[in-house]
């Protein structure tokens, strides 16, 4: 998924237009802050939506394989085609997600599908074994709502950089910050959810209620409410931007 979404926001830069090469005049400016980014409220507030949406993504994305296996208990080999379904999903709505960037714009587009998500995974855990086209559905219908989270954030930072008038000369320093972003919530994830989980009882084969529980819980619910949160900061980034552009 961090591969396809590197693509994606490497063509929104070319469509946005590629930077030019470097002026004698630029050769000779001084060097960027490297804490140039944060200097800038909008920046922040832009960086803490898309932080706390991608823990959203990444902490199922850690624990699929254990759920899939122990709570839906089925075969190791059908693993892929749950995977498969998801990551296809979310690269055939891309053309949707375009569409309804067109018809409302960036901040709606991503709320929406932040909206998807949590309706999609709200129910994910309440099942349990024998339910393998339920959540089928469910991985198809996440993937989807992952199709936002492939367009519009990256959209949305490159927005932000021409609004800033740093376009040309600081936007490596903004990607150097979201790409590094982006694998804080993979590391964080990966590091946390296991041994949390484990002190909440649960350990990878077990078939132990008290542990399923918790493992259901940090599949499904813990995503929602980051998600939840994600886009309570992403209203309060829309309404402050709309009162910088007054």
Known sequence: ASVLAALLFM???????????????????PPVPVLLPFATPA??????????????????ASLVLFFVEDQIRVNAAQVPLFLGAYFLSGALSLPLWLKAIKHFDLPRAWLFGMALAVLSFMGVSQLGAG????YFVICVASGTALGA?????????????????????AEGVYLGWWNLASKFNLALAAGVS??????????????????LQALAAAYGLFPCALKLLAALLL????????????
């Open 149 to 169: 989270d492939l367009v519009v954030p990256g959209a949305m930072l490159n927005g932000l950089i021409d609004r800033l008038g740093h376009r040309g000369h």
């Open 235 to 246: 209203i309060a980034f829309w309404r402050s931007s709309k009162q910088d552009e007054a």
């Open 194 to 211: 296991l041994p949390l989980l484990s002190w909440w009882g649960y350990s990878p084969g077990t078939q132990d209620e008290q542990g």
């Open 11 to 29: 063509g929104v830069v070319c469509l946005r237009g590629a930077p030019q090469p470097p002026s004698a005049s630029n050769m000779s400016a």
């Open 131 to 134: 339910d393998e086209w339920a």
């Open 43 to 60: 920046f922040r507030r832009l960086l803490a939506v898309y932080l706390v949406n991608g823990i959203a993504s990444a902490v199922p």
